[in-house]
Nanobody, 113 residues
């Protein structure tokens, strides 16, 4: 089964930064839009950020606006999520998903207070 591969998760103190990466081995992201999701235990899945295939249109959840930045490098077939000013409420598993409905396996992000 084809999956996207996330990396870059980990443990960071509140106020710190992490950068998640998402690659698609053997399957170019272009020309698909891509989204980052997260789902904390007991909460609904949330679209954290999305980006058009061109990279020219991005959208963010209100909870991360101004702190997270989504970007993509089509030549390297990689999607990024730069996460700054992290807070404990950002702790959960983050998933990338392309608009042709291919998911990643998830990357754990843990923010300590």
């Amino acid at each position: 089964q084809v999956r996207l591969i996330e990396s870059g998760g980990g443990l960071v103190q509140a106020g710190g930064s992490l950068r998640l990466s998402c690659t698609a081995p053997g399957r170019p992201f272009f020309p698909f839009g891509v989204k980052w999701f997260r789902q904390a235990p007991g909460k609904e899945r949330e679209v954290v950020a999305s980006i058009h295939w061109s990279g020219n249109d991005t959208n963010y959840a209100d909870s991360v606006k101004g702190r997270f930045t989504i970007s993509r490098h089509n030549a390297n077939n990689t999607l990024y999520l730069q996460m700054d000013s992290l807070i404990p409420e950002d702790t959960t598993v983050y998933y990338c998903k392309s608009s042709n409905d291919i998911w990643g396996q998830g990357a754990q992000v843990t923010v300590s207070s």
